[in-house]
């Protein structure tokens, strides 16, 4: 049975399946509203299916949250045609909610074209519990590096309002310990996540960004932030993702982030010694210290396999 929402000030229609958010404009962002609409989607075993004209926009951080709270964004091509608007697969309308239309095709993905779209980068650091507690070096550190800027904001939710202070936002963190904290991170020409949770030594450290463009960055620019962070990250994966642009995606189709390198950090490198390292396959190696720095090497096979070569080279999870 589909009913109004009345106690939810996101929710446009809420059904035994689904809660339906519609939202008409350009960009759409994760503000607080679509947050806590995720939330209650989450505790009522329903799905969050966001709804928006063909023409709109996510931005990353509302990227990460549909793919965290297992969220579909619904776009509607005219009055009767819907798709989903990451994976284009043809959706309709079942009166408790949107589901994939199996007498449609879905929108094949676009090619993408050189030196398009944003960077996207992944930068996990673990804080040892005995050692002092600095938040957010990983964000100033890739603002610095890929656009000579500083962060300018950090907050719950888009926009992210509050003044950028690694202070405020390690306080913070430390507050809601041991709860796990996800922040949204704004800087010139960068936007991401910071999300901060709990570990057996310590706290783990997540920062996702994406940008700015791949073809403003050179690869020095790159190797630089790899140097930067080479003493504190356990792992750095930088790719390039076609389908986004100034931190946000189309729903045109795209294909996934191409990888560019990856950063294995000390204690990576020392599970296996810095030979094992060196060994590694389909990359240019570089030392960084004790960590190894791994841009791909351009060869016949995809970067996506040769990045899944070099994980399993260093024992990593392919996720």
Excluded at 22 to 29: A, C, D, F, I, M
Excluded at 153 to 160: K, R, S, V, Y
Excluded at 277 to 292: C, H, M, N
Aim: glycine share 10%.
């Amino acid at each position: 049975m589909v009913e109004q929402v009345t106690g939810h000030p996101a929710a446009d229609l809420a059904t035994e399946e689904a809660l339906i958010v519609e939202q008409s404009r350009g960009v759409v962002p994760a503000s607080s509203w679509v947050i806590d609409a995720a939330r209650s989607a989450l505790r009522s075993k329903r799905i969050l299916q966001v709804l928006t004209p063909e023409e709109s926009r996510i931005t990353y951080p509302m990227e990460l949250l549909l793919a965290d709270a297992a969220a579909e964004w619904i776009v509607q091509e005219d009055a009767s045609r819907y798709r989903d608007g990451i994976r284009g697969v043809p959706m309709s309308w079942t009166g408790t909610r949107f589901a994939r239309d199996p007498g449609r095709r879905a929108v094949p993905p676009q090619e993408p074209e050189i030196d398009t779209g944003d960077l996207e980068i992944r930068i996990s650091v673990v804080h040892p519990a005995e050692a002092p507690l600095r938040l957010g070096t990983a964000v100033e550190a890739a603002l610095r590096a890929l656009t000579g800027e500083a962060p300018t904001g950090w907050g719950n939710a888009e926009p992210a309002t509050r003044p950028w202070s690694a202070e405020e936002v390690t306080e913070y963190c430390r507050n809601r310990a041991p709860g796990h904290t996800q922040l949204v991170v704004v800087g010139p020409g960068m936007t991401g996540q910071l999300r901060v949770s709990s570990a057996d030594r310590g706290l783990v450290e997540e920062t996702l960004l994406s940008g700015p463009g791949a073809g403003t960055v050179r690869p020095e620019d790159v190797a630089s932030l790899a140097g930067q962070v080479a003493g504190t990250a356990r792992l750095m994966l930088v790719a390039v993702h076609p389908g986004r642009r100034g931190g946000s995606r189309s729903s045109t189709p795209s294909r996934p982030a191409l990888p560019y390198g990856l950063l294995a950090g000390q204690e990576i490198v020392a599970a296996r010694g810095v030979e094992h390292a060196e060994r590694a396959p389909t990359a240019r190696i570089e030392l960084l210290g004790s960590a190894a720095w791994c841009t791909f090497d351009g060869g016949p096979r995809p970067p996506y396999e040769q990045l899944a070569d070099l994980l399993r080279h260093f024992g990593l999870p392919r996720s």
